[in-house]
């Protein structure tokens, strides 16, 4: 076990309330009757949608199949019939199949049959992997088919197993990683027979030091050569990049190629997939915010409406004025409780009160606060401002490229300017100009 | 068919965009702390200077609160909860001498808002620290009523009538000025007060003997800031009270202020005993630093956010230019104490420094690539 | 454009000193008084006036020549110069025996009349004019507004940095309006070059808001 390196530099605090949703046991939330399941649920081209309104689907069947390599399938979380395919205005707009549950669960409530692995080739591990549609479930929906496709044994390689909460009131990845590290380590030996990386890491935030033993002893019965590494709890620690440089000491920078990130969530698809011929059509997620009566994390299916999980956790003790799909630094308002859980929901949260509400906004007075928090090295105040002038080409050429829209800068401005949402509109125009 | 969008209206929800949590630290919250770490210094002005203090901080506070809610009405703002203009006004009122004829702080105050900060568009967009702006404008213009200086406190108190640096000035121009700054100013009459006195010659007989040390007649009046001077610039013990509350808090970075009177301290202390007919490494750091508005302008005003630069490297250069600066202006000037001038042309140099700085910034990303 | 269309122009929109930025250095430096205001408009608008006329006359006559290349042009500046020089010096050979006082007041900025950008700028604008009628009301309009803006700088500056008004002396009259309470103790700042160009700097701003409507 070792002590990693801290944040290059940068990174902010934000009160955390993930001790008190990672207490209970992930509880399985109640199966939705309606499931709305969007063909775009990953990075790279939506999938086609193979069912039309009417047809009789089954858990875990292929509802959506990938286009092209750069793509993922989608499944059908729950068994039923297809309603309508809804055209979905949110990401450039996408097609989503509503299903409404009926018939008999093909796996739910039915003995689990493991399959070995060892004896497949790597044509056909990826191909399990591809076939279940398992992206990136940090955030980053990735198709892991095609992080795991790189030559075996590269020298220097490096295959890092993420199990940081990339939010702070998030514990979904922790909860996960305490009620199944057998499964995380398996699925840790799967990657590395595919990659064949020199150096396996475990990155565990250092208030996760408690599950060190358990996975030790994984590790060994798995006989995985695996260290552990524990990292500050520092947002935003959990990036992948950030993991990188904590790792390595060397200032975080674009993607390295010698280099696999998985997060823990994203291995027990895995699992899943090449171990008991699973797709993917459920994930953990963290329900949380104050006036939520139970926060605590949820195994839900996808296409789940996120009203349904607020149910789960003993309902709303406050009118919400406000309701986030992910965590309080990155996740995005919804309007509606009718928004489905998808691959990339890591988990949701409600404001009430003042928390919910904008805050005032000042104008900037150049306290290079921002400058601190940054882990990227950018200037966010300059940028912002050079961005309202207008002046795009200036500020990619100082970085605007590098920005994660982390949240960092924006957190700690004390004049409360929409920093994140300024420098996401310059690159987006930016986006727009290359593509005109 | 069964309705399949169930639409749970749950009330209007705030739609704005990430993230949702913001530190508790805001823009208005920093300026008016600022404002309250004045409070003490400017309490301590009151009881030594009197009723007219009492009138010129007033006077200041209102004319720039004033000049803040016109000039903002021409723009349908209202600024003044942000705290900037209250803060000019204290900070103008204490840069003023007692003594001085209403008329000279209102305009001082006015000027720094109305040029100085809402000319340029407002909170976060002036180059120049308007309270300082405003006190350069009256130096400039009023410059004789800016010299007149009541006496501080009473009969019971120290008598003398000019500050100590201004009377150290007069002193050494006359032939055979020989010492430490306050033995100079001592043996040209300069009355200490009879406390001071006390004070001292008890710590010379009693600790300092054994170790051959004398302190000079006049460090307590000094230290405490029981001297003639500008209302809220005396006290040094109160003004850095209210500067540590400020930077425990971060709202004020300690780098320019620790730069700015490390640099000015060693300068004089290496070259500042010319004067005086004592050479080299002689100078008296602790009299100069303690004397004139060093601490007040360097704590409140230099370490101004808006006007110091953004990153640390920046901040550290931009406060040992400010320390020298001042170190040539009041020696080898004829400017008083010389700390207003040099802040206000380091103030220029800012968006240099910050342009400079920046270009490098990229490259130390870069130099970490793999 | 009509004539006093042209004048007009000089006048307002494009005022040197408040919108083109022209002739700035005696506008900063000499308008501490009214009076230096007043004479130091009369020899730039004098100079103006006469030296756009004769540049017009003589380059109408260079352009019906034929002569135009770069040695005519080098030819043409140094006429000018000679030509404002000369003018200048009748300036202030003038005031030197009209106002010895106001000349010692303009000091070194009488005879920089001669190089003033305003005046070159003006001669050269002159010598491409369609007629020597519309040189002189060109430089008339420009003089006009330099005069106008001048005037009001130096009243303020004035009136602010030392509480008077000094204008001509007339018998029985000193020449001096004296204002009692800003006499007393008036802003010195705005008799200092920084206050010239304080004031500077707020016209210009005031004739960029009227021109843009937002006043």
């Not at chain 1, 191909?127 to 279940?132: C, E, N, P, T, V």
């Not at chain 2, 302008?297 to 230099?302: G, I, L, Q, T, V």
């Amino acid at each position: 076990m070792t002590h990693a390196n801290s944040l290059p530099r940068g990174g902010v605090n934000p009160p955390d309330s993930s001790l008190i949703s990672r207490e209970a046991a992930i509880a399985n939330a109640v199966v939705p009757s309606v499931a709305v399941i969007p063909m775009l649920q990953h990075s790279g081209r939506a999938a086609i949608c193979v069912v039309k309104p009417g047809d009789l689907v089954r858990e875990g069947m292929l509802i959506g199949r990938a286009d092209g390599v750069r793509s993922a399938n989608v499944h059908s979380s729950i068994p039923g019939r297809v309603v309508e395919v809804r055209r979905l205005p949110s990401q450039g707009g996408c097609d989503a199949v509503v299903i409404e549950l009926g018939g008999e669960f093909d796996r739910s409530g039915k003995p689990r049959t493991l399959h070995g692995w060892e004896k497949l080739s790597r044509i056909d591990l990826l191909g399990k992997i591809q076939s279940a549609g398992v992206v990136g479930l940090g955030g980053e929906l990735v198709p892991t088919h095609l992080k795991l496709a790189m030559t075996p044994g590269k020298t220097g390689s490096l295959l890092v197993a993420n199990g940081i909460d990339c939010e702070p009131s998030l514990s979904a990845d922790f909860a996960l990683m305490r009620e199944k590290p057998g499964e995380i380590v398996e699925a840790l030996r799967i990657c590395q027979a595919l990659v064949g990386a020199a150096r396996v890491v475990l990155a565990l935030g250092e208030d996760a030091e408690g599950l060190v033993p358990e996975f030790e002893r994984a590790f060994k019965r798995a006989s995985l050569q695996c260290e552990i590494a524990l990292m500050p709890s520092r947002y935003p620690q959990g990036n992948e990049q950030l993991v990188l440089s904590s790792l390595d000491g060397a200032r975080p920078s674009g993607p390295r190629p010698s280099s696999v990130v998985l997060n823990v969530a994203t291995l027990f698809a895995v699992y899943e997939a090449v171990v008991m011929d699973k797709p993917l059509i459920e994930r953990v997620l963290t329900v949380t915010g104050m006036p939520v009566a139970a926060p605590r994390n949820l195994k839900a299916r996808l296409g789940t409406p996120v009203g349904d999980l607020f149910d789960d956790c003993g309902g709303l003790t406050a009118q919400p004025g406000k309701i986030v799909v992910g965590g309080p630094m990155r996740g995005v308002a919804i309007s509606s409780l009718d928004v489905p859980v998808t691959k990339g929901t890591s988990g949701v949260t409600a404001f009430a009160g003042a928390e919910a509400r904008a805050r005032r906004e000042w104008p900037c007075i150049h306290c290079g606060i921002c400058v601190e928090v940054c882990p990227w090295d950018l200037v966010p105040t300059r940028l912002h401002k050079l961005i309202q002038q207008g002046e795009v080409e200036t500020a990619m050429s100082e970085g605007l490229g590098r920005c994660t829209e982390c949240g960092c800068c924006a957190f700690a401005c004390p004049s409360h300017i929409p920093l994140v949402d300024i420098l996401r509109t310059g690159k987006r125009s930016r986006g727009r100009a290359n593509d005109a | 068919m069964p309705d399949t969008s169930t639409s749970r209206a749950p009330g209007r929800l705030n739609l704005s965009p990430a993230p949702h949590l913001g530190a508790s630290l805001s823009t208005s919250r920093m300026t008016w702390l600022v404002s309250l770490a004045l409070v003490p210094a400017a309490v301590w002005g009151v009881f030594l200077f009197g009723f007219p203090a009492v009138r010129v901080i007033v006077t200041s506070l209102c004319a720039a609160l004033i000049s803040e809610l016109a000039s903002s009405a021409l723009f349908r703002r209202f600024t003044l909860g942000d705290g900037s203009g209250f803060l000019t006004g204290l900070l103008v009122g204490l840069m003023m001498p007692a003594g001085v004829p209403l008329y000279v702080p209102a305009a001082a105050a006015a000027f720094g808002i109305l040029v100085v900060k809402q000319s340029f568009g407002g909170l976060g967009r002036n180059w120049m620290n308007p309270a300082l702006g405003g006190v350069v404008f009256a130096l400039l213009s009023w410059s004789g009523a800016m010299t007149r200086w009541p006496a501080a406190g009473g009969a019971s108190m120290s008598t003398a009538v000019l500050p100590p640096l201004e009377a150290l000035r007069s002193a050494v121009s006359a032939p055979g000025a020989v010492g430490r700054p306050l033995d100079i100013l001592s043996s040209h009459g300069y009355v200490f007060s009879s406390l001071d006195g006390s004070i001292v010659s008890w710590l010379n007989a009693h600790i300092l003997s054994p170790f051959h040390a004398t302190l000079a007649g006049g460090s307590f009046d000094i230290i405490v800031g029981y001297v003639p001077g500008r209302i809220g610039e005396v006290s040094a013990p109160l003004l850095l009270l209210g500067a540590a509350f400020l930077v425990s808090r971060r709202i004020v970075r300690w780098q320019v202020p620790v730069a700015f009177v490390a640099t000015f301290a060693f300068l004089a202390w290496v070259f500042g005993g010319f004067a005086g007919g004592q050479g080299w490494f002689s100078g008296g750091p602790v009299f100069h630093v303690l004397s004139g508005s060093l601490i007040l302008s360097a704590f409140f005003m230099a370490g101004d956010p808006v006007t110091s630069p953004l990153a640390s490297t920046g901040k550290w250069i931009y406060g040992t230019g400010l320390g020298l600066l001042t170190f040539l202006l009041r020696f080898y000037g004829s400017l008083g104490d010389g700390v207003a001038v040099s802040i206000l042309l380091g103030n220029c140099a800012v968006p240099l420094l910050d342009t400079l700085l920046q270009q490098r910034m990229p490259a130390r990303a870069r130099k970490g690539s793999g | 454009m009509t004539p006093s269309e042209v004048l007009s122009r000089g006048i307002a929109r494009e005022n040197p000193t408040a919108v083109l930025l022209l002739g700035l250095c005696p506008a900063a430096a000499v308008s501490v008084r009214v009076i230096d205001s007043l004479w130091m408009s009369a020899g730039v608008f004098s100079v103006m006036l006469l030296s756009s006329f004769c540049m017009a006359l003589v380059a109408r006559g260079r352009m019906d020549k034929g002569e135009i290349g770069p040695g005519a042009a080098a030819g043409g500046w140094l006429g000018a110069l000679v030509l404002s020089s000369f003018l200048t010096a009748s300036f202030e050979l003038v005031l030197l025996s009209v106002a010895p006082e106001a000349s010692a007041a303009l000091g070194i900025y009488a005879p920089l009349i001669a190089v003033n950008c305003l005046v070159l700028t003006v001669i050269g604008e002159s010598s491409r004019a369609s007629s020597p009628g519309r040189a002189l009301l060109d430089a008339a309009g420009k003089g006009a507004g330099f005069a106008a803006c001048l005037l009001l700088i130096g009243v303020l500056r004035e009136v602010l940095g030392a509480g008077t008004i000094t204008l001509f002396p007339l018998p029985g009259f000193s020449g001096t309006f004296v204002i009692g309470s800003l006499a007393h103790d008036p802003a010195r700042a705005f008799g200092f070059a920084g206050g010239g160009l304080l004031c500077l700097g707020y016209l210009a701003a005031l004739a960029r808001a009227v021109k843009e409507r937002r006043l």
